[in-house]
């Protein structure tokens, strides 16, 4: 029976970890990846076991070539892994967010998707014990002077949120702050602290977002303000 055919090469581990950090999306992988890299590993390590046998110059040249390598391809898969586990957290954040399949989720392999449930099922948990607990207001309050009558019928006896908590009206009204800035780099999707989403922008793209955003981004060189 033939051996399985490895289909990665140390060479395609660094264009697979280029492209995943120079694209917003995430890359499509084979299915069979995490399998053909475990292959891959381990051919190599039966390499430098079959290299530190060897006796002379050469052996030790080649011996000290493959080990070099190996520890450069557990370098990139860890950076491929990080930066694809960085997408997938934006993604769940996203999903639970919206609550819509307007993300594609075909380029997850079969681990990562169930990572991705996983956490899109956490955050839908803590949305619905803390955040829409505090966002959302009741829609009548019973006023303290009448809770001597038995009943509340009549609708000019009920307080509205906004009667009773003038100030979070005013605080809703007041408009939030934008700067018009253009970016002088391209930045990938993002999340506010709001859970808003922006992006991507590439370079030279106009966008007026939040003052708070703007700053930042102008004090890290990737974009300038437009001066109305």
Do not use: C
Not at 102 to 123: G, Q, W
Not at 141 to 148: A, G, L, V, Y
Not at 207 to 221: H, M, S, V, Y
Request: charge should be negative; avoid cysteine; aromatic fraction near 8%.
């Amino acid at each position: 029976m033939a051996e399985k055919e490895i289909n990665i090469t140390y060479e395609t581990l660094f264009d697979l970890l280029r492209r995943e950090k120079n694209r917003a999306e995430l890359q499509k992988l084979s299915e069979t990846f995490f399998e053909d890299v475990s292959s891959y590993i381990k051919e190599k390590h039966s390499i430098l076991k079959d290299q530190q046998i060897k006796i002379g110059m050469s052996a030790s040249a080649e011996k000290e070539k493959t080990a070099k390598q190996i520890e450069n391809i557990n370098n990139m898969l860890k950076s491929l892994f990080e930066r694809r586990q960085q997408k997938i957290v934006e993604m769940a954040i996203i999903k639970s967010r919206i609550s819509s399949n307007t993300v594609d989720y075909s380029s997850l392999l079969k681990e990562e998707k169930e990572m991705f449930d996983e956490l899109v099922e956490l955050l839908d948990v803590f949305k619905k014990k803390v955040l829409l607990r505090l966002v959302t207001k009741p829609v009548f309050m019973e006023p303290k002077q009448e809770k001597k009558e038995p009943e509340l019928t009549e609708p000019k006896k009920l307080e509205t949120a906004e009667e009773t908590w003038p100030e979070i009206k005013e605080e809703a009204e007041e408009p939030e702050k934008t700067k018009l800035i253009r970016f002088i780099y391209s930045v990938p999707r993002f999340v506010g602290r709001h859970l808003e989403v922006y992006g991507p922008f590439e370079d030279d793209d106009t966008a007026n977002l939040p003052e708070e955003i703007t700053d930042i981004l102008i004090k890290k060189g990737r974009a300038e303000e437009i001066k109305k």
